[in-house]
């Protein structure tokens, strides 16, 4: 049995062909593959790819990946961002991650591995550095059209196999420096580098500084304008029952999220009783579901049923991401009709 969702979302510009490679130049429902072309572009040592875009998402947020090697250095020169709160997710392999509050208070790191996440704040200055060899993070920008960066200042490259990475990157060497015309420019797309931060190196057991919990306790939702970090599993839980069994773990709630109205959750589901009937739903702002484990089967207004999976075609339980446009999402609908839940995993009995 398939965990699914029956979704009428109210969203312009229906048509006929639902999956794509890159996404689309407009809003309208679609499916983009992991991997597809996704508008893939090369920076040194890295391919990013774009799976939602401004232009797709109505300027909603824009959602990428980036698959690199370990890296020496840092990956990006330490930078802020004014306008954008930047999200990173880690779907296989290993990055450390470093992030400093406006107030240049206390500069925290973590490594982050398979499911951990972290939030940098708007004007947080912060960089990455990626750690195994076969390394994926996600990010989700909020608002939209992050991507004009790294269409401008990469190059397009479309890999026929498509490779995660090109293989000829780990013997690639080049330097970290920004001329005055290369800061100009990327400050044009909301990037101001910070160029007397020094990222700390003095992590122990994947964090710094000395007392801070990853991976051995609970990690909570920082207050408005703080950056943070959530182990994968260690955060807030909330179980919902309606229908099938659903574990929401909010990792951006609207506390964290102020102004820029979004949020983001994963949510990992049950299969569904043959006794129950899917629920539909009607949502007014832009979602998107990122599937992590199993498969989730979707239908959006009059399309057929989408599959998104990462493999395996009948799952007893399926792990997404979702991304959400307001404060009147899937995530916070499951939540505000849930109860708060202390496992990352829905129980073993139906009730």
């Known amino acids: 049995m398939l965990s699914r969702f029956s979704l009428a979302a109210i969203i312009g510009g229906l048509l006929n062909l639902l999956y794509v490679d890159n996404a689309p130049d407009h809003l309208r429902p679609y499916v983009i593959r992991q991997y597809a072309t996704a508008q893939s572009t090369m920076l040194p040592r890295e391919i990013f790819r774009f799976y939602i875009t401004g232009a797709s998402s109505n300027n909603a947020f824009t959602l990428l990946t980036a698959n690199a090697p370990g ?131 003095d992590a122990i057991n994947g964090t710094a500084p000395a007392g801070t919990t990853w991976h051995t306790g609970p990690n909570q939702l920082a207050e408005f304008g703080r950056p943070y970090f959530i182990a994968n599993g260690f955060g807030p839980k909330f179980l919902n029952n309606e229908s099938s069994y659903q574990v929401i773990q909010p990792l951006v709630s609207p506390t964290q999220a102020g102004d820029l109205n979004f949020t983001m959750s994963t949510i990992t589901v049950s299969t569904t009783p043959p006794n129950v009937t899917v629920p539909t739903w009607n949502l007014n702002n832009i979602q998107a579901f990122q599937v992590l484990e199993g498969m989730l089967s979707i239908q959006i207004a009059s399309y057929d049923v989408a599959n998104l999976t990462t493999g395996d075609s009948d799952p007893y339980f399926t792990k997404a991401m979702l991304m959400s446009q307001g404060y009147d999402g899937v995530d916070q609908q499951l939540i505000s009709r849930g109860f708060p839940w202390d496992s990352a995993m829905f129980p073993n009995r139906w009730s």
Not at 109 to 138: C, E, K
Request: net charge negative.
């Open 71 to 201: 890296n020496p250095s840092w990956n990006v020169l330490p930078h802020i961002h004014e306008r954008h709160f930047e999200n990173f997710y880690c779907f296989k392999g290993r990055y450390q991650l470093w992030a400093q509050a406006q107030d240049n208070t206390t500069q925290q790191t973590r490594v982050l591995t398979q499911g951990d996440f972290g939030a940098v704040v708007r004007n947080s200055t912060h960089t990455f550095q990626t750690i195994d060899p076969d390394t994926q993070l996600g990010g989700m920008l909020v608002p939209g059209g992050f991507e004009e960066l790294f269409l401008t200042i990469g190059n397009a490259s479309h890999p026929s196999t498509h490779s995660p990475y090109d293989p000829a990157f780990v013997n690639q060497t080049y330097s970290l420096t920004a001329t005055e015309s290369d800061i100009g420019q990327q400050q044009a797309f909301d990037v101001y580098s910070q160029l007397r931060f020094q990222p700390r190196r």
